[in-house]
């Protein structure tokens, strides 16, 4: 399973993963948690989390503009989730940072963070749609 770094959005850049590896990781994922990465199981899962972490990334970005570090820490923490789940665990780590930052209102830090989640959400949102063609 995978380990989560505390921080470790703090110490080293995030490299932007590709479509290809993101997809590869995500397939792999559902094929260890549910002994399933047929075509309608992969479509299935993608659609429900790009329709969740939009809404969550929205939260998160509404919150730190707002000085709502709870509703920041909260989304982080669901995307976190979800993004384990599936396999994502870069994206998860970027999601586990800003949770971590949003805890310690290190709010010099957030704004960093979450531009490098979306920058990430960019490459994990054209993976995932290949799972739905």
Not at 3 to 32: C, M, P, W, Y
Not at 39 to 59: G, N, V
Not at 91 to 109: D, G
Request: charged letters at 20%.
């Amino acid at each position: 399973m995978m380990k989560f770094r505390e921080g470790s959005l703090h110490e080293t850049a995030v490299r932007n993963q590709t479509t290809d590896e993101i997809r590869i990781l995500v397939q792999t994922a559902l094929e260890l948690v549910m002994g399933d990465s047929s075509p309608e199981m992969l479509s299935e899962m993608a659609s429900i989390f790009l329709e969740d972490a939009t809404p969550l990334i929205d939260q998160m970005k509404t919150g730190y503009a707002n000085h709502d570090l709870t509703a920041v820490r909260q989304a982080a923490h669901a995307l976190k989730g979800s993004s384990a789940t599936i396999g994502l665990d870069q994206f998860a780590n970027i999601c586990l940072a800003v949770e971590t930052s949003s805890k310690q209102n290190e709010t010099n830090l957030i704004s960093d963070q979450l531009t490098s989640l979306e920058n990430a959400y960019v490459h994990v949102e054209k993976a995932l749609a290949t799972f739905l063609q």
